[in-house]
């Protein structure tokens, strides 16, 4: 066997192994979450998303309906089009197959392995070797910005994990243009998946990577077909999209938001393994804060910023951007305040979350800085030998991040999940209750809403709710007059009238001008805050139906959009066969 082929398979055991650790580690990573696999949520945001993802599971298996109305909060509210819901997220078919408590934990292994396997991939792109790969991927996939969010309750946030696929896709879209197709519903996913801040935040990260394309090809198409792949992942969720905009447009979060960092917090993010929830002199918990990276990587990105590589200026400058941003309020000047003046982006509180997005390039640039010390190591000893210590240096770098940050960052998910799952008596009929905002969760098994409840909108409680007993419907003129509820779901409520005069049903529900129902001289229309139906007289089957127009016509632009993509698809492939 020659010297360099002595080198190679020296590398390729160390590889191997880099590679099976990484894989072990992701799993073990969020093996606390798995702790008590049929456990509800325990933190305050987990059990927030534990009910989101309870109403949902319970309305398509129960009701065989789509989720657009929640009857088990407030009063009832919109289900589909409130942002922090994951309806329409390919997650959601966990909660579906294996139950809300175990589907929730497949989905954070689910976003995880994502995001460690794709930011593998994308550092391998970049010119990583295998073991400079599994450094970025463990970095990303497994942060301490993902465990503070993930394991605290911000479900949401767990769809970070698909932005090195989708980095690594428009990249080799570049290259092979169908690859945009499967990176727009990539991006599609992160839209249905919360989406509030993560939409915004990719297409931030892609604008950064495009504007670095297009100066190295001294060319505008790669900044082109961002601009085609951010339309064509509006369009395939537009039926989301729409529907959020119409929420956040009537719901508006009014949020001041004038938290700041210095450089020595900004230190403090990344290298204190601190365990205290709040910290003098900051404005949020610290789980807004901690993303816990290690020394081991810390060293690596110093080295970056001397070791040589490719598209080092556009990493180092997305990194730059994003943790400016992370420093918050310096002024209408500064990064934050020049966001917070743009367009739908006035809204993204926290600037510390920032760090996520900074992420993406700190990660690369760590593995890409060993890949370019491996390298000038075996220029250094040519020697067969040196590969195997190489290989076992390696080995060490991954072990070290294994060994420090993950082992610290894996504790954030101790917390998750704890509370037994729910046992409240069954209600025959659905009925309101006053609830108990911590409980919410159980309210859709005990088929009750939870008048009181927890939720970051400000949504309007009607005045004219009655809890705790009673009817959940009336006649306004009930002499000689009788109204049956003949069948009740989330989005269809059946009613039998017998009314000798015009009259007005009232149900013991919120109103929202997605209600209708048809008949002649039937009226929905708001009293006191709660859906009527003004009827004439006589008798008749009133059926209510909740079918917001923003979701029809969202759902319209969404099946476009993927005929579209679907022609051009296919077109592109037989072009592919028919050239020489």
């Excluded at 504790?411 to 729910?422: T, V």
Aim: hydrophobic letters at 50%.
């Amino acid at each position: 066997m020659t010297g360099a082929r002595r080198k190679a398979a020296g590398r390729g055991w160390s590889d191997r192994a880099s590679v099976g650790i990484a894989a072990l580690a992701v799993a073990w990573f969020v093996l606390p979450v798995f702790a008590e696999p049929f456990a509800w949520g325990s933190t305050r945001d987990w059990g927030y998303f534990s009910f989101m993802e309870e109403v949902t599971r319970k309305s398509v298996v129960e009701y065989r309906q789509f989720p657009l109305w929640n009857p088990y909060y407030f009063g009832g509210a919109e289900h589909l089009a409130n942002p922090q819901t994951t309806v329409l997220s390919p997650t959601t078919l966990l909660t579906l197959g294996f139950g809300t408590a175990l589907g929730l934990k497949l989905g954070v292994l689910l976003f995880a392995g994502l995001g460690a396997s794709g930011m593998g991939r994308l550092a391998r792109l970049l010119g990583a070797d295998v073991a400079g790969s599994c450094v970025a991927g463990l970095m990303y996939g497994c942060s301490g910005w993902f465990a503070q969010h993930v394991g605290g309750g911000h479900w949401g946030f767990a769809a970070v994990g698909i932005y090195p696929w989708v980095g690594w896709l428009y990249l080799r879209g570049l290259e092979r243009r169908s690859r945009f197709v499967v990176a727009a519903l990539l991006g599609a996913w992160v839209a249905c998946h919360w989406g509030v801040y993560t939409l915004p935040w990719l297409f931030m990260v892609l604008l950064v990577i495009a504007a670095g394309e297009a100066i190295r090809a001294r060319s505008a198409a790669p900044l082109a077909w961002l601009a085609l792949l951010w339309l064509a992942t509006a369009g395939l969720a537009a039926v989301r999209l729409l529907p959020v905009l119409e929420y956040v447009r009537r719901f508006p979060r009014h949020a001041v938001e004038n938290d700041r960092l210095g450089l020595h917090d900004m230190a403090r993010l990344f290298l204190a393994r601190h365990t205290e929830r709040r910290v003098a002199g900051l404005g949020w918990e610290w789980p807004e804060y901690g993303n816990y990276i290690g020394w081991a990587p810390m060293a690596l990105l110093l080295l970056g910023l001397w070791a040589g590589f490719q598209r080092k200026a556009v990493l180092w400058s997305g990194a730059a951007i994003f943790l400016a941003l992370a420093l918050g309020d310096w002024g209408s000047a500064s990064p934050w305040g020049i966001l917070r003046g743009l367009p739908l982006l006035g809204y993204l509180r926290v600037p510390s979350r920032y760090t996520l997005p900074a992420l993406f390039f700190m990660a690369p640039i760590a593995g890409l800085t060993w890949t370019w010390l491996a390298a000038a190591a075996r220029r250094r000893w040519p020697a067969a030998g040196a590969g195997r210590w190489m290989g076992l240096a390696a080995l060490a770098v991954v072990a070290s991040i294994v060994a420090d940050p993950m082992l610290f960052n894996r504790r954030q998910f101790e917390q998750s999940f704890h509370l037994p799952a729910p046992t409240d008596e069954v209600s025959p009929d659905f009925e309101q209750r006053r609830g108990d905002p911590v409980r919410m969760y159980a309210y859709p098994r005990a088929n009750q809403g939870s008048v009181l409840g927890l939720e970051e909108s400000p949504l309007p409680l009607a005045p004219g709710l009655w809890i705790d007993g009673g009817p959940q419907h009336l006649l306004a003129l009930p002499e000689g007059a009788a109204a049956e509820r003949s069948g009740w779901s989330p989005n269809l409520i059946r009613f039998r009238v017998d009314t000798p005069v015009e009259n007005l049903l009232v149900l013991n529900q919120s109103y929202r001008d997605g209600w209708r129902a048809g008949g002649k001289g039937v009226v929905v229309e708001p009293r006191e805050g709660l859906l009527a139906v003004r009827l004439p007289p006589g008798v008749r089957e009133v059926v209510l139906r909740y079918r917001p127009p923003s979701v029809l016509i969202g759902l319209g632009i969404s099946m476009l959009t993927a005929v579209i993509l679907a022609v051009w698809t296919v077109r592109s492939r037989f072009r592919r066969e028919r050239s020489p």
